[in-house]
């Protein structure tokens, strides 16, 4: 098995959950552009702001080259993984409830808990565990993508592709600068990230999306310098008329995602041969713990920012260094206990 894991896809979730927890940081360095007064930083920070917002999408990605071409019945997907991540939000919520009443003394209200499970968790860093309810979702609709996938064409993929730059990019930019609400119109191959997002890993993975290399990958490479700067064109323009808001962060973002895991897989699968046996296995295990790291990285934070409390850009590069750091050796040692390991 671990002869025919695939480098690039350890390399891009670890990347992705780095980005994760940048996304995190607030005030010191996700949203730090909204307190920038030179307009330069401003971009920059912006850009970077724009561009963490693949973590996710990449993460999807990954589930669908690993996952869609496997041969799995129903009872075993929804015993071996769908019941797993229902566990895993019940613990991890639970735990998160408890440590916070302990800190702020705060009661335990048992029903709170039950409805915050039911409805997706919201407080504190537990907040990013809407990803556990999305990739639930994303593992119960399963049996159909795989049907989806394994039987999809190059022509498909172009169609598909052209309704995400339509309904994810070209009607947006339109609808605000015509002050327009949304369209009524809804595509959910494009705009469920639980659907779009996992094809696509699945089609690149299996060299469905690209006929002829170069020029599909100068498309898709202009296409994803547009969307950055799509999207951070229009959040600094709402920004400067007193509206702030995420809406355009993700503008076009599929294309930014796409071309991320692409280029990622395309160098990884070139330099195939400079990566040795101990660069492989401390890859491998990295990888391996990045699901714990997301699962734990909020205990970090909450220790992390009591040290790090002056909201400067460079302390949110320290705090994802140190959260990782930290994240990652206390999964490490969680994976070596029976029975933990089995859902870290």
Same mark, same amino acid.
């Given at each position: /098995?671990?002869?025919?894991?695939?480098?690039?896809? =350890? +390399? +891009?979730?670890? @990347?992705?959950?780095?980005? @994760? $927890?940048?996304?995190?940081?607030?005030? !010191? #360095?996700?949203?730090?552009?909204?307190? *920038? #007064?030179? $307009?330069?930083? *401003?971009? +920059?920070? /912006?850009? +970077?702001? !724009?561009?963490?917002? $693949?973590? @996710?999408?990449?993460?999807? /990605?990954? !589930? #669908?080259?690993?996952?869609? #071409?496997?041969?799995? =019945?129903?009872?075993?997907l929804l015993r071996k993984r769908v019941l797993k991540y229902i566990i895993i939000i019940i613990i991890f919520t639970v735990l998160y409830y408890i440590i916070l009443s302990f800190r702020d003394g705060g009661e335990i209200d048992i029903n709170w808990i039950l409805r915050t499970i039911y409805t997706s968790t919201t407080f504190s860093f537990s907040g990013a565990y809407w990803f556990l309810y999305a990739y639930i979702s994303f593992l119960i609709m399963l049996p159909l993508l795989k049907i989806i996938a394994q039987n999809i064409t190059g022509e498909v993929l172009k169609y598909i592709l052209g309704i995400y730059a339509v309904f994810g990019g070209i009607l947006p930019i339109f609808e605000k600068f015509m002050g327009l609400g949304g369209i009524a119109i809804s595509i959910p191959i494009v705009s469920y990230q639980t659907i779009f997002y996992p094809l696509l890993g699945y089609c690149i993975d299996q060299n469905l999306i690209i006929e002829n290399e170069t020029k599909e990958q100068k498309i898709i490479g202009l296409m994803a310098l547009i969307s950055i700067i799509s999207s951070v064109s229009l959040t600094l323009i709402s920004f400067k008329h007193g509206e702030v808001s995420e809406t355009y962060y993700t503008l076009l973002g599929g294309f930014v995602t796409i071309f991320t895991f692409f280029m990622m897989k395309k160098i990884c699968e070139k330099r195939q041969y400079k990566f040795g046996k101990r660069k492989k296995e401390t890859i491998r295990w990295i990888s391996n713990c990045t699901f714990g790291i997301f699962l734990l990285h909020g205990y970090a934070f909450m220790t992390i920012n009591e040290v790090l409390n002056q909201n400067r850009y460079y302390e949110a590069w320290i705090k994802v260094i140190c959260v990782f750091v930290m994240s990652l050796l206390a999964t490490s040692v969680l994976k070596k206990i029976p029975v933990i390991n089995r859902f870290i």
């Open positions: /098995m671990e002869k025919s894991r695939k480098i690039y896809i =350890d +390399i +891009i979730k670890i @990347v992705a959950i780095l980005l @994760v $927890i940048f996304n995190h940081t607030g005030e !010191s #360095g996700f949203l730090a552009y909204q307190k *920038q #007064g030179n $307009i330069y930083i *401003q971009i +920059i920070e /912006m850009c +970077i702001t !724009s561009f963490c917002k $693949i973590a @996710v999408p990449l993460y999807f /990605m990954c !589930s #669908g080259a690993l996952l869609l #071409g496997k041969n799995e =019945d129903i009872k075993e």
